[in-house]
């Protein structure tokens, strides 16, 4: 059977907003050598997002666009698709993200015979991977209202954020945009002795080498978004590397949990 001459362990499809550049970024700085990366964009506009009502509607532009998208990325025969978002994943919690991760994975193996990541599925999985954690603090790009959606899609799957904190980036494309420095004062905002990890949301939010150096500094797991989908598409197709510069779940979790 022939095989990607560059991909020969495996082939992911990263399917992205358009507007999107971190994904992209932080997979090939985290790429082990044999995998390769088709990256397809759900086209959306470069929405400017000054308040809450344009948030929502950014959300939902990403999810009208994501069944085409992800036939678009089935095209190259990929043996695995990762969507590269978050938001869309966590709205109206768990009920609905498991119905949506569903959908597509349908899709994804009725047309491609692969299954998908989903960033909320991922999540689940990841935390599996530290079973002492009750207590999460979270950092965000988002408005409010998506805050709130990450509260209630973590409550739903049993942990309590204790805070969040959110950049409120002005648009998909700015989120991109926003300095370590300022991500790293969310992160001592939503810190604490009460906090057991840490976890950031919003994929186009640079955070994975961040990450690495908080776990390092504040001696908890501090859990990127990119990385941890990433590691989820890895784990779920038997790729056990070891990867490190990028945080605890991708240098020392080689499988996932059952």
């Known amino acids: 059977m022939s095989q990607d001459y560059y991909g020969y362990r495996k082939k992911f499809a990263l399917l992205v907003p358009s507007t999107n550049t971190a994904v992209e970024t932080e997979y090939h700085k985290m790429c082990p050598v044999g995998v390769v990366l088709a990256t397809r964009g759900c086209v959306i506009p470069p929405f400017k997002v000054t308040n809450e009502k344009e948030f929502v509607e950014m959300v939902q532009a990403i999810g009208n666009a994501t069944e085409q998208g992800l036939l678009d990325s089935l095209t190259c025969r990929p043996d695995h698709v990762i969507f590269g978002y978050s938001a869309e994943t966590f709205w109206d919690g768990k009920g609905r993200s ?64 204790v805070r969040i904190a959110g950049h409120c980036s002005q648009g998909p494309v700015e989120i991109a945009n926003e300095s370590f420095a300022k991500t790293r004062q969310l992160v001592d905002e939503v810190n604490g002795d009460d906090v057991d990890l840490i976890l950031q949301a919003g994929t186009n939010l640079y955070f994975v080498e961040l990450a690495a150096q908080l776990e390092k500094e504040l001696g908890k797991p501090v859990l990127a978004i990119n990385a941890l989908t990433f590691w989820h598409a890895l784990r779920s197709n038997g790729i056990q590397d070891r990867i490190q510069g990028f945080g605890s779940l991708l240098a020392e979790h080689i499988s996932i949990p059952e």
Do not use: H, W
């Open 98 to 161: 498991d119905r949506e991760f569903n959908k597509y994975n349908d899709i994804a193996q009725a047309k491609g015979k692969c299954n998908i990541t989903f960033g909320a599925q991922a999540i689940v999985d990841a935390l599996k991977c530290y079973p002492k954690v009750k207590k999460i603090g979270v950092v965000t790009p988002y408005m409010p209202v998506g805050d709130k959606q990450v509260v209630k899609f973590m409550s739903d799957i049993g942990y309590e954020v």
